[in-house]
């Protein structure tokens, strides 16, 4: 089975870290780049940061540009987003996705498969 499984979001205040990891299975995870998206209360899902298969070609939304880090381990079939500097800004349920091919996409609808997502809090 297809398994995308985010992992490491939880309560952090202003200005800490989380590394979330997102672990595949059930597909040949080095042909996929990778899309982290987020979806927080009244606003809508939004491209975060992407990598692609083998490139190295990555992306960031501006607003996340400079405190966030996204790598991928395709030994262990997962990619991270190193998430530094945190602000309130930043809650949201952040969701992995993985789209076949080199190249990653910034709009949700051209990816394959989807994880459960997992919970981003950042107090004031």
């Known amino acids: 089975e297809v398994q995308l499984v985010e992992s490491g979001g939880g309560l952090v205040q202003a200005g800490g870290s989380l590394r979330l990891s997102c672990a595949a299975s059930?597909?040949?995870?080095?042909?996929?780049?990778i899309g982290w998206f987020r979806q927080a209360p009244g606003k809508e899902r939004e491209g975060v940061s992407c990598i692609s298969s083998s490139d190295g070609s990555t992306y960031y939304a501006d607003s996340v540009k400079g405190r966030f880090t996204i790598s991928r381990d395709n030994a262990k079939n997962t990619v991270y987003l190193q998430m530094n500097s945190l602000k309130p800004e930043d809650t949201a349920v952040y969701y992995c996705?993985?789209?076949?091919?080199?190249?990653?996409?910034?709009?949700?609808?051209?990816?394959?498969?989807w994880g459960q997502g997992t919970q981003v809090t950042v107090s004031s």
């Open positions: 059930g597909f040949t995870f080095d042909d996929y780049a």
């Open positions: 996705a993985a789209v076949w091919g080199v190249s990653y996409y910034i709009f949700s609808n051209e990816y394959d498969y």
